[in-house]
């Protein structure tokens, strides 16, 4: 149980840096650190206790000894998809700053919430 | 003051989840689809990774549009990036052992991100695992070596005839089988190299075409640094 509220904190802390933080770049680490909360959720709601990677690597492994392959699955595909929005949205802070020459929110207009 | 109204909202954002998720039990089996991943996978589709046997067998459509996904943002990235005049990194050379050290182990990222992707249906790892550990060699090498330059229409020939052997790998199922992305190679004996049909093709497809696509964004985001 302590597993879903460690990586519920962990989607927290990331909005809190997207909704209150000025820097870009800072705001970009909130999202990716979202990311990593539900990773971890979805992890731990698969995990079984006592149990091993879903491989049968040794003779005489069961099913009934491997921890759920569905969340990891989605997880293998999350995480990539997360790397691609991290590259695009980090290129468009390189063009923002190129642009105005802050990375600060505040300072670049229409932007402010 | 938005910072108390941030935290407040995300209070009773956070006590909703919460709420929501002490109902699901942790640590216990769930009776679900994946129970029948376990005990029916290595039958059915020869891989003994039951991850890599969802990913690319089970779900091998979803991850089509996953590479394209990383595709498009890779294609993004370069025209978000593109500029007319062709530019250079301007990073300043290492220090004579980071270079010394990083071409000795640069050979041996490449061979490890091979391995991990070669064996994707045996061991923890796969195409995507594989190609990223390829790209952060080439990584080694750019931030060591000012002049080391990648030839980028290889690497956008190797991403795109990666992509294409995925596509044809699925219309080959089509054609012989009776769906796409079907298996129509002989399954073979479970925990060998040689086994697990067409699983060990679409993650090699996917290791290139994941590796050529991180190197490419990796240098033109390397090539924006004044």
Sequence with gaps: MIYYAASILLILIGMYAVLVKKNIIKIVIGLSIIDSGVHLLFIAIGYVKDATAPIYSRPGLEAGQMVDPVPQALVLTAIVIGLAVTAVALSLVIRLYDHHKTLNINRIRKLKW | ?226
Excluded: C
Aim: net charge positive.
């Design chain 2, 1 to 226: 003051m938005r910072k108390v109204i941030a935290v407040l909202l995300l209070g009773i954002f956070g006590y909703y989840i919460f709420a929501l998720f002490v109902n699901v039990p942790f640590g216990v089996r769930h009776d679900n689809v994946g129970q029948h991943y376990l005990e029916h996978s290595v039958q059915e589709t020869g891989a003994v990774n039951i991850v890599t046997a969802i990913v690319v067998s089970h779900r091998g459509f979803d991850t089509l549009g996953e590479v394209t996904v990383l595709f498009l943002a890779a294609t993004g990235l370069g025209a978000i990036l593109y500029d007319k005049k062709g530019k250079k990194r301007r990073l300043q050379n290492a220090s004579l052992i980071v270079k010394v050290a990083s071409k000795l182990i640069y050979p041996l990222i490449i061979l490890l991100g091979a391995y991990v992707f070669v064996h994707g249906h045996l061991t923890p790892g796969g195409g995507f695992q594989g190609g990223a550990i390829i790209a952060t060699g080439v990584l080694l090498m750019f931030i060591s070596y000012r002049r080391f330059e990648t030839n980028h229409n290889a690497l956008s020939w190797v991403e795109s005839l990666a992509g294409m052997t995925f596509v044809t790998i699925g219309l080959a199922g089509l054609i012989w089988g009776t769906s796409f992305l079907q298996n129509i190679l002989p399954l073979g004996t479970p925990n060998t190299l040689l086994s697990a049909g067409v699983i060990p093709l679409i993650y090699i497809a996917v290791g290139f075409k994941v590796g050529a696509e991180l190197t490419a964004l990796l240098d033109n985001m390397l090539k924006t640094i004044k």
